[in-house]
């Protein structure tokens, strides 16, 4: 098989007309990959992100094929269908934090949306807002209005985009909170297939590409207890002599076993299976 993209994260290899798309156990924190990894983290994304496709199935339809990938990929990779993928991340903020919340303390706004005033970290917005992005293959992908999107793919296909990741964040931040979980934010990623359908891609409600919080502990106006690798990046924050460039530093054994059992339970506390 063809090596054809490695990321932070994953690795995609083309294998005949399908892709395999495999999840390792890195871990990158400000976009710098360090050099420790958390065992099962990548089995446990792409478990996540499975079950979560079939959660959405009548929503719109999704690049797996089947889990028919080499033994040694067993259980952390899933074969795919090859999409043209629309530059963007599509992301929906439930709640104020991360990014957004910089962006609004900085502009009181976010992607050209404008939130209103007086809000406070990790305050539930009066509904979710998309609030895409670049999409960058180096560097820091940066906000972009709903209208520059369409700029460049023109309106309905913006307005899709929109649509569809407001609905599938809508109904994903329904079962969660059933579950006890509150999904602040999250990014999806869209392609189209041969036939020019949107479909959508790669990793969907997972500990890396969402902020998951215990409803229990939630409380505005402070960070809030994460399930995902929020916990390697406040760990990171206190570092004195790292300056979020490459090299990362090692990350220490109580921090990967406390982050590794964080992926666990909110594999466990979505699903409701238990992690072997």
């Not at 609905?167 to 036939?195: C, H, N, S, W």
């Amino acid at each position: 098989m063809e090596l054809i993209r490695k990321g932070k994260v994953r690795e995609v290899y083309a294998d005949g007309d399908d892709v395999i798309l495999v999840a390792s156990d890195r871990v990158s924190v400000y976009d710098v990959v360090l050099p420790t990894p958390v065992p099962d983290k990548g089995a446990i994304l792409t478990q996540i992100s499975l079950w979560w496709f079939r959660q959405f199935a009548d929503l719109v339809p999704n690049h797996v094929i089947n889990e028919d990938v080499p033994e040694e990929w067993k259980g952390r990779a899933v074969r795919c269908k090859r999409l043209e993928i629309v530059p963007v991340e599509c992301i929906v903020r439930g709640y104020l934090a991360g990014g957004g919340l910089e962006s609004y303390r900085e502009s009181g706004s976010v992607s050209g949306v404008a939130f209103p005033p007086g809000l406070v970290e990790a305050d539930r917005l009066p509904k979710p807002v998309f609030t895409p992005s670049t999409k960058a293959d180096e560097g820091h992908d940066e906000y972009i209005s709903v209208e520059e999107i369409a700029t460049s793919l023109g309106e309905e296909t913006t307005g899709r985009l929109r649509d569809l990741s407001l609905e599938i964040y809508d109904r994903g931040a329904e079962i969660a909170r059933e579950r006890g979980v509150l999904i602040a934010d999250t990014k999806f990623e869209f392609g189209t297939d041969a036939d020019g359908v949107l479909t959508l891609a790669d990793e969907v409600l997972t500990p890396d590409s969402s902020r998951f919080w215990k409803a229990s502990e939630y409380e505005p106006g402070r960070g809030q207890w994460s399930y995902d690798k929020q916990f390697v990046r406040d760990w990171s924050a206190t570092l004195t002599d790292w300056d979020r460039t490459y090299p990362g530093p090692e990350i220490p054994a109580d921090v990967v076993a406390e982050t590794r059992a964080r992926y666990i339970e909110i594999y466990e506390q979505l699903t409701g299976g238990t992690w072997t």
